[in-house]
């Protein structure tokens, strides 16, 4: 049974850099697997844990990709649309009302986090 993000109770976070804990991840029977691609890489890392998740299983998995705006954007896109995850988080979403074209441009359930005040102050500008 494929979930919603909307669906998820409990969800395990793995780092994308380390794909060694992929399967044992999958296994722990979470209701997704969010692969990290964002903060907890460090920047040295970025396309060689992007490039690990190119093999994922992605029904039940989740991409959290760099912010929009940042250097590994797009790339994290990129591979989103190739692996048609369950969803997307885009972190930093308050980064600028560029986020509605940045939910245009993917064809997948986003889970925008909004990490600072001038966020909520834009919150509904960013839809």
């Known amino acids: 049974m494929v979930l919603s993000p909307a669906d998820i109770i409990a969800a395990l976070f793995v780092q994308a850099s380390r794909p060694d804990c992929f399967e044992k ?5 979470a209701d997704a697997v969010i692969f990290d691609l964002e903060d907890a890489i460090a920047d040295v890392h970025k396309d060689s844990a992007r490039q690990n998740l190119r093999s994922v299983d992605a029904a039940n998995a989740i991409v959290r990709s760099n912010g929009i705006g ?37 064809d997948v359930p986003v889970i925008a986090l909004v990490e600072m005040a001038v966020g909520l102050s834009i919150a509904r500008r960013l839809l």
């Not at 986020?99 to 441009?105: A, N, R």
């Open 25 to 29: 991840a999958i296994e722990a029977a």
């Open 70 to 106: 940042t250097a590994w954007h797009e790339n994290d896109l990129a591979l989103v649309r190739k692996l048609k995850p369950l969803g997307i988080i885009c972190p930093k979403s308050e980064a600028g009302l560029r986020f509605s074209e940045f939910l245009k441009s993917v």
